[in-house]
């Protein structure tokens, strides 16, 4: 799921599938490749090699973990496992219209493949957390974390801040990959694969100005922009069934999370760019402290 401002109203939509791109399997559009979102594929050794610690997220009620369940149309979400018995998601992830947490007891992840239907690695929650400042009509604290039944084993996402503007980053998932059919009947499409889009963090500044008259961009929020980035210059973005999936930089130490899908005004749209929520910061001051054992 990803929040998809439109017409200045917040609306819910829940995503089937990875950050899109030009003909990916299962992914073409009714009218053709420009409403198709700009990505590629995520391969099993990149993925084993880079993001093992990526999770699909499903809730779909009690439904039995038999090997069916993570099929495209059950999988709303995207996550991390940040520690043994610790997921990081997006807040609007796990929370209902009033605001209140989800019951843990339906939720599943997964993780191994980057073919949701071919993961062997399953396992439960057993608590939701949200951040106690988090604001359904803003967006703003857009963080989560769910404890898991079992503790899982390593790797698991390294977090990291935001350190300078301008920086190139990568987002992956299984989300919607089309962007001009995303809020129609039928207009989901999800690939059958994890897909990643590469995007370039913006200045605060700028993307402030962008959503000014839409929405404010707090210190918790990070912009990346796809605008020429994707596939023969199309624009990069993430999408609904994204949500709480990550935001990727390349550093010394390998790649970190600096930020977990939040939200955006349609998908691949030139004008208006991803808003995900920062990890670090008083998101970051939150996660750190709720693992320690203080979620208050």
Known sequence: ?????????????????????????????????????????????????????MLAFANNGNVPMHDEFFNQSNVACGAELVAADWVLTAAHCVT???GQSIDPRPIRFARGSVRTTEMSNRFRASEVHVHPRYDAASQNFDVALVRLREPQPPPFAKLAAVTEESLSATVIGWGNVRKQFANRPGGFKQPKQIRKAELDIMAQAECREMYSSRLSITPNMVCATGVGRGTNSKTSDSCQGDSGGPLIVEGAGGPAVVGVVSFGIGCGVDRFPGVYARVDGKNGEWIQRCMAGDCS
């Open 96 to 98: 209902e219209e009033g």
């Open 1 to 53: 799921m990803k929040i998809e401002l439109v017409l200045g109203i917040l609306a819910t939509f829940v995503g089937l599938g990875g950050c899109a791109g030009e003909g990916s399997e299962g992914s073409e559009p009714a009218t053709g490749t420009d409403d198709i979102i700009a990505g590629t594929q995520v391969s099993q050794e990149e993925y084993d090699a880079k993001y093992p610690w």
